[in-house]
């Protein structure tokens, strides 16, 4: 057998995947400026991307918000630098942490759960009974998604940032003995407006990436429950990457604008 | 290749039964009508004109004319019964407490009671789920019927209550209907006329009370249930 063979049939797999993503992403948001919208539906997806994703996304920010502000002692205090530590935290949780890790939580929740529905609904032909009740599957299924990925993520990062710094503010405070009104202080002063937006712009991309992701998987999932299967663990996967893959493309742009 | 030159014509108020074995093609010449797949060449005429390649409005003004019962219902988890049902009326923008009430007397028309309609599709048996799925075919009052498997999976007793229901259903509506199946006792039962596909192509095509003295070897196989017979089935060793 040809040695290269292997390599092309990956190379063309690989490239043929990301065809099929890229004109199902384009087909997706092309149906997101074209009636009909389905708002109770997606009210109910806003409901489970952002409501129920709180206790997690919350608890997630809290602790990586405390952990921070530990490390970072840790490391400043090497060089008598204990005093940036509510600068680190602040501006770690904003511009880096609080999107990212709420995206990849969001991801394992939602990511999984919007491919083995739409999965499951392909594999039973609910999809195809879609289409005989002349409604458009990506107009029904997928747009909602990413209006309520888009849409939700940037309000849970936000409320990921201000949890995020709180836990920061309690280890500060209870564990290593600032005064709490000058930790308040350092962490406003060095907080500007572009340090949350960046944030929820990079929160608002990974919104897109997780209901993409998702619905593309689950939409085009085959065999029963092991295709189901097999969608989820692909959703979950390939939009982590995603996520983290975006997030170094939009640091390195706001990066640009920064200085 | 699935479907290779099959030709069939179905006139309007017939009730046609396509039987054939397993995986010789009968669902995807369903969904080549339906739109859900685009066949290579060749034309499907619903009403004189050419569905093949529709898109957008076009594609829903002709599905507008179809209900469809699939073989497993394929009814949506996420909607009570009733939502089931009235989908498509929901999707009209009809108000809801009007498509409740004629989801409520769609499901009286298939034996079931009120009391269902804000279950989840879950809660139901399988012969319940079968008459949601027919409630919400004729919900609209089509003009086309498709039936896919109508009684697979069924009891034989569920299957003729199914196979009554098609028929009284089809006949209040005034529909025309193109139902698939293997299973003969419901193809004597809801069809006018059966035709049999095999090899992708339709070998035999007559009334329903003549499929049993057709002359043919292979139409003749498939009705008595032989192994014996020029239909061979692919079976891996």
Redesign the interface.
Known sequence: MNPLQPIGHVTLGFLATIGRITMFSGISLSHLFRP?YYPRIVIRQMIEIGYFSLPVVGLTAIFTGMVLALQSYTGFARFSAEGAVANVVVLSITRELAPVLAGLMVTGRIGASMAA?IG??RV???V??L?????NPFKYLVVPRIIAGVTMLPILVFIADIIGVLGGYLVGIYELGFNPANYLQNTWDFLESFDVVSGLIKAAVFGLIIALMGCYHGYYSRGGAQGVGQATTYAVVSASILILCFNFILTAAFFTVDV | MVLDGLDLDIGTGESMVVIGGSGVGKSVMLKCILGILTPDSGTIEIDGENVVGLTGSDHDRVNAKIGMLFQGAALFDSLPVWENVAFRLLGEGMNRKQAKEIAVAKLAQVGLRPNICDLAPADLSGGMKKRVGLARAIATDPEIIFFDEPTTGLDPIMSDVINNLIVSCVREVGATALSITHDMASARKIGDRIAMIYNGKIIWNGPANAVDKTGNDYVDQFVSGRTDGPIRMAVRA
Do not use: F, K, N
């Open positions: 009909p529905e499951t609904m039973t032909e609910q195809d009974a289409t005989t009740l002349s409604t």
